[in-house]
């Protein structure tokens, strides 16, 4: 999983996006963007709206389908 600012228990919103752990203030973007913070905790609280964290369906990729073969041959 990906980690985001607005989804670490030490991020407060408000006025301000201040992390209580770092004691720094973030801007809108920044907490938007994935990071590597040592110090994430993960809160499936929403920091910004207060919505609950929803992880994204896994799509599977073009080269996970299987090809029909019978379809590329010419028939003679």
Excluded: T
């Amino acid at each position: 999983m990906k980690q985001y600012c607005r989804y670490c228990s030490y991020m407060c919103c408000g006025d301000a996006n201040w992390c209580e752990k770092l004691k720094i203030c973030r801007s809108d973007s920044y907490i938007k963007r994935s990071n590597n913070c040592k110090s994430f905790e993960f809160n499936e609280i929403d920091a910004i709206n207060g919505g609950i964290y929803k992880p994204k369906k896994e799509e599977k990729k073009e080269s996970d389908k299987q090809l029909r073969l019978d379809c590329l041959l010419e028939e003679e």
